[in-house]
């Protein structure tokens, strides 16, 4: 540890500083997008999730231990019984710098304002195409209109960060990049493209063959609009560039083509509480045998999150080659 280190901070033993905590507070999911789930899912029962209580012990519990940004996910958090309470309660915790939310946006009309007023200070929204027959097929059950009206609401809220994602699929939506670019410049709202990751065994196309490297975007952004590398450090993957006439920021995920391990500062919290310490490993520590042991005692959550950076991972090794995914969880159990 350094001298810089005070004891309530997070360190894992290559130095990293954990102070980024992603909760999901929902395996279930309204939408069934072909990259992320099978299109037949079986959920968790409700006895073995984290309640909205429990949720918030962690989320607090991470706070103390130096923690200043935490973004509930899922599964689409916005299905989840309650949780603009859960939002308001995180939201007024003393440390938390940034309460942020990744959604799919359909149930954003409904809930934007009362989001931010709640505490929620960005919310990221995913949209993979702006045409409603391939947006339906790629989301399964996805209504486009709707998530067009969730981003407005969430543009006319106020939040000061919002950030679409987009994960790009070989054959199905390359042809959109400059489409979705467009839409971000249009909205003034930061836009990031995902590398498609293997997470979960899914049957309804090949990983190997739909996936586009960043670098492959990047390019054809590059071409209609020149990229200038912002160098900024936002503590996540994103890997951001500016275009001179316009204020949003292009962002590129790139777990397969640029490692960006050695900067990693978060972990997660799945809703059946397991604190995973890498999207790309398994090793993890069951929170909820704690949480259910001994309800209200932060300082044995505390000390059980301590005690798990000693097995955080190095870094992830995504392969390409073969269909076989390395970690057969999906993304909506990870909390993406
Ligand atoms: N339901 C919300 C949503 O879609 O934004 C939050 C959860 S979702 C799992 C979070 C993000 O993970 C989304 O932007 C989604 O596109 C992305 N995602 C899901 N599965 C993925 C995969 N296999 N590879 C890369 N990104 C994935
Ligand atoms: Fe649901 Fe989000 Fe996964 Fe799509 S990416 S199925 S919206 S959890």
């Keep these: 540890m350094s001298s810089a280190v005070t004891p309530s901070q997070l360190i894992d033993r290559f130095g990293r500083q954990i102070n980024y905590v992603r909760l999901s507070v929902t395996d279930r999911c309204d939408f069934r997008c072909v990259y992320c789930m099978a299109e037949d899912m079986t959920f968790l029962p409700r006895n073995q999730i984290l309640s909205l209580e429990q949720l918030y012990d962690v989320g607090k519990a991470f706070v103390d231990l130096g923690v200043t940004k935490i973004r509930l996910t899922g599964g689409e958090p916005l299905i989840r019984n309650n949780v603009l309470s859960l939002v308001e309660r995180l939201g007024a915790l003393e440390g938390l ?9 359909a149930q954003l009309d409904k809930y934007a304002p009362a989001l931010k007023a709640a505490g929620l200070t960005g919310i990221n929204i ?5 045409q409603a027959d391939k947006f339906r097929q790629l989301t399964r059950t996805g209504d486009l209109n709707r998530v067009l009206r969730g981003i407005d609401a969430a543009i006319d809220a106020g939040f000061s960060r919002i950030k679409l994602n987009a994960v790009i699929l070989r054959g199905r939506n390359d042809d959109e990049v400059l489409d979705l670019v467009e839409f971000a410049r249009h909205k003034c709202v930061d836009i990031s493209f995902i590398e498609e ?24 952004i590059d ?82 999150i301590r005690q798990a950076m000693a097995i955080k991972p190095e870094r992830h090794h995504f392969e390409l080659n073969d269909d076989e995914p390395q970690i057969v969880r999906f993304m909506n159990m990870t909390g993406g």
């Design 97 to 105: 710098k940034e309460l942020h939310l990744t959604t799919n946006g």
């Design 126 to 130: 995913s949209v993979d195409s702006l």
């Design 197 to 220: 990751m293997p997470l979960g065994l899914i049957d309804e196309h090949s990983r190997a063959l739909s996936f586009c490297s960043s670098d492959e975007l990047r390019e054809i």
């Design 223 to 304: 071409e209609r609009y020149p990229l200038g590398n912002s160098h900024e450090n936002t503590g996540g993957p994103s890997d951001y560039y500016r275009m001179v006439d316009s204020s949003i920021r292009v962002g590129f995920i790139s777990p397969h083509s640029h490692n960006f391990c050695h900067l990693c500062n978060r972990v997660r919290v799945t809703v059946e509480g397991r604190l995973l310490l890498c999207l790309g490993n398994e090793h993890s520590a069951d929170l909820k045998e704690v949480l259910d042991a001994y309800p209200g005692d932060s300082e044995r959550l505390q000390h059980t």
